[in-house]
């Protein structure tokens, strides 16, 4: 039986070379590495997935987003306008994700680019025996009851700073890469 099914990641994370750089006081500062985050594929994934990744204030096009230590190919986050949040969408290529335990980790580009990485939502399709699936469902509605509890992470949008058109030397090094 094949079946669709997605899941939501949440990192809250502050990737930068400057804590400094984003006023985000809700983020945790983790410098060129997230979290590495764990997450569930009950059934034999098939084909392509896709996945869209909730960002703030990216410059540079060269942060990798790693689905179980695997860069996905070319661009994985696409910029955003400054101070701004955005939805960018990449394409999972078929292969890359696995039956069972999964990991997703984003790597900062080199440079000055201060970002933030808010929710992910991870989705897949996949082939389950029909026991499976209705395990499967079980666990999605317990897991959904949880996540609707879990704070609105955009509200924290509004604590970014505004850019300063003079820009002291961090942000210079920002600039540079446009
Ligand atoms: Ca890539
Ligand atoms: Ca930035």
């Known amino acids: 039986m094949a079946t669709a099914d997605f899941v939501i990641v949440q990192f809250n994370e502050h990737l930068g070379d400057d804590s400094g750089d984003l006023k985000a006081p809700d983020f945790t500062f983790v410098h060129n590495l997230t979290t590495l985050k764990h997450f569930n594929v009950p059934g034999v994934p098939t084909g392509p997935g ?16 790693l689905i179980n230590g695997t860069d996905l190919p ?26 069972g335990d999964n990991t997703i980790q984003i790597r900062r580009a080199g440079g000055g680019d201060n970002i933030l990485i808010g929710n992910v939502m991870i989705h897949w399709k996949q082939t389950l025996k029909v ?34 058109p003079t820009g002291s030397a961090s942000e210079g090094s920002v600039l540079t890469e446009r």
């Open 74 to 99: 070319g661009t994985d986050i696409e910029r955003t306008l400054e101070n701004r949040w955005g939805e960018s969408m990449d394409v999972i290529p078929e292969g890359n994700l696995q039956r």
């Open 131 to 164: 026991d499976e699936a209705q395990h499967a469902a079980q666990a999605d509605e317990a897991e959904h009851a949880q996540t609707a509890n879990e704070a609105d992470h955009a509200k924290t949008a509004d604590t970014l700073s505004p850019s300063t």
């Open 50 to 65: 896709y996945l869209i990744i909730q960002v703030a204030d990216v410059q540079s096009k060269g942060h990798q987003i």
